[in-house]
């Protein structure tokens, strides 16, 4: 059995790889709506809207294009970033990846005095969360 390894995985942000990315989380949900009726004895549900959000910690490192380009769209102004999450790499052909459009919702800053500066991002995917293959 294959199994993907967390070194293996690779964080764009457009074409950009994000140089210092400690570890990324995707979250995708599907909305549901309770359609039982009067008179039934187990409750019924039907889908409506998916939705996804992420996270990702990396150490911060200002000469990345990707970290740089995640700083600018935290500055507002309804700015988003395509995101690509390959989970297990990037061999072409072979490796299975997610991809779409995420709003930064928050940027935390952590260090310590004996530590390195570390950030950890919130995102909002707006639109539809994509599988392709590596190309």
Same mark, same amino acid.
């Given at each position: 059995?294959?199994i993907?390894?967390?070194?293996?995985?690779?964080?764009?942000?457009?074409?950009?790889?994000?140089?210092?990315?400690?570890?990324?989380?995707?979250?995708k949900?599907?909305?549901t709506?309770?359609?039982?009726?009067?008179?039934?004895?187990s409750?019924?549900?039907?889908?409506t809207l998916?939705?996804?959000?992420?996270?990702?910690?990396?150490?911060?490192?200002? +000469? /990345?294009?990707?970290?740089?380009? *995640?700083?600018?769209?935290? %500055?507002?102004? =309804? !700015?988003?970033? @395509?995101?690509n999450?390959y989970?297990?790499?990037t061999?072409?052909?072979?490796d299975?990846?997610?991809? +779409? /459009?995420a709003?930064?919702?928050? *940027?935390?800053?952590?260090? %310590?005095a004996? =530590? !390195?500066?570390? @950030?950890?991002?919130?995102?909002?995917?707006t639109?539809?969360?994509?599988e392709?293959?590596?190309?």
């Amino acid at each position: 059995m294959a199994i993907a390894k967390g070194y293996e995985a690779v964080l764009k942000i457009g074409t950009n790889t994000v140089g210092q990315c400690s570890s990324f989380t995707i979250n995708k949900n599907l909305e549901t709506v309770d359609t039982s009726t009067i008179g039934v004895t187990s409750k019924q549900f039907v889908s409506t809207l998916d939705s996804w959000n992420g996270s990702m910690d990396l150490f911060f490192d200002i +000469g /990345d294009t990707a970290t740089a380009e *995640l700083l600018a769209a935290c %500055t507002g102004g =309804g !700015v988003t970033v @395509a995101c690509n999450f390959y989970v297990e790499g990037t061999a072409a052909g072979v490796d299975k990846y997610y991809y +779409g /459009d995420a709003f930064v919702t928050s *940027l935390d800053w952590n260090t %310590t005095a004996a =530590g !390195v500066l570390e @950030a950890s991002v919130s995102l909002q995917g707006t639109g539809t969360l994509s599988e392709g293959t590596a190309a």
